[in-house]
């Protein structure tokens, strides 16, 4: 069959027009599907390719590239002044032996205060280590209660992995993901922010100072109601307490300051004094935080 001069016409037409095209737009090549709604339905496995030869593209750097023109080895040495954007600061307890510097490498827009609860010649520590994470907690902001950045981060040393920091619930069990997801307008509504959304094991109802049935492992609840009496100063003991484990959280400077500062110098006090193993006493903590930064007894 003899194809009409016309048609041949038209179809040289197009090849050269295409030619041109791609002689003058040489990084510019897309090759893609038909995106017809009724296809990609009915064929999931049709995909978007973009090929593209590019030259001499500027580098795109990340912002804690950025703004991390010093680098510091998570170990006390923070206390002078980074080119952080945050007016905040991470609180962190760690034992001589752990590694920390991940904090200064990966959120280097933070401040921090990272003690060492076993070393005393480290530039930050602790008179005692006792109370696991409470001591640091307490003494961060006893030492500091005056000139407190706007956001307190408490975090665990550990960065991230399972099962080690199972309890961090952001991607990949990450605390630098948990750090970098925070919201800070709404710590700064808050007031209070447990790190962990995820409600067991803590809620709805861990600690049941009343409980009728005695668990003899359960010692954290046993020793609630002495604790309570001497730490909040009153015999209004909730019948239930829960929140969501493992005192990992954000305040605001505002909601540290709502309490006054000899409220957390008793606090550190009845830590220091008390007989309770250095696991109860930190747990009997893990349930206060949230009644002691302005939270019901159930969070």
Known sequence: ??????????????????????????????????????????????????????????????????????????????????????????????????????????????????????????????????????????TYIIDNYFTLPETLVFLHSHRDGYPTGWHTDAPEYDNVNSVRMLKLDFVQRSGYVNLRCIWIPGCPDEIQPYREQYEEHREPEHATRDAWRYIFNNTDIPSTIGVACCSQFAVSRDQVRARPLEDYQRYRQWLLDTELSDEVSGRVFEYFWHIIFGKESVQ
């Open 1 to 138: 069959m003899r194809v009409p001069s016309r048609f041949t016409t038209v179809t040289f037409v197009i090849s050269m027009w295409l030619l041109i095209r791609m002689k003058l737009h040489p990084n510019r090549v897309q090759l893609s599907s038909q995106t017809n709604p009724s296809l990609l339905s009915m064929a999931p496995q049709l995909t978007t390719t973009y090929v593209t030869v590019s030259q001499d593209l500027p580098t795109i750097t990340s912002s804690a590239e950025v703004t991390q023109e010093t680098q510091i080895d998570g170990d006390g040495k923070h206390l002078s002044d980074l080119a952080g954007t945050v007016d905040g600061v991470i609180v962190m307890a760690k034992l001589q032996k752990e590694d920390t510097n991940w904090v200064g490498e990966h959120l280097p827009e933070w401040k921090n205060a990272i003690y060492t609860v076993d070393n005393t010649s480290a530039p930050l520590y602790t008179s005692v280590n006792k109370g696991k994470e409470s001591m640091v907690y307490l």
